[in-house]
């Protein structure tokens, strides 16, 4: 460490600087490059709206068949209330 200067290393962004210790300035700086660029962060997120598209249309289809399932046992059940002429038994009658 020189007397004129300090060195200082930024805990946040790695930066390492050079500080007068008689004005406070940064001198010189110098950051450390990101192994993260913009282009990768866009492929990522292009990556993920793809896959949540297709896991939208898959939930979408899941649903129009549990729809169209349901909407056929309830016509079942319609079709079949005529066999149930008499009506079902009351819990009081039992004892």
């Not at 060195?7 to 390492?16: A, D, E, H, L």
Request: proline share 6%; net charge negative; charged share 40%.
């Amino acid at each position: 460490m020189d007397k004129q200067r300090v060195k200082v290393v930024c805990p946040g962004c790695q930066t390492r600087m050079i500080v007068d210790p008689k004005t406070g300035l940064v001198i010189h700086s110098e950051s450390q490059k990101s192994a993260y660029s913009f282009d990768e962060a866009l492929e990522r997120e292009k990556v993920r709206k793809d896959k949540s598209d297709d896991l939208f249309a898959k939930a979408f289809e899941n649903e129009k068949e549990r729809q169209s399932s349901l909407e056929d046992k309830f016509h079942e059940a319609l079709k079949s209330k005529d066999e149930l002429d008499e009506p079902p038994p009351r819990p009081w009658d039992l004892d």
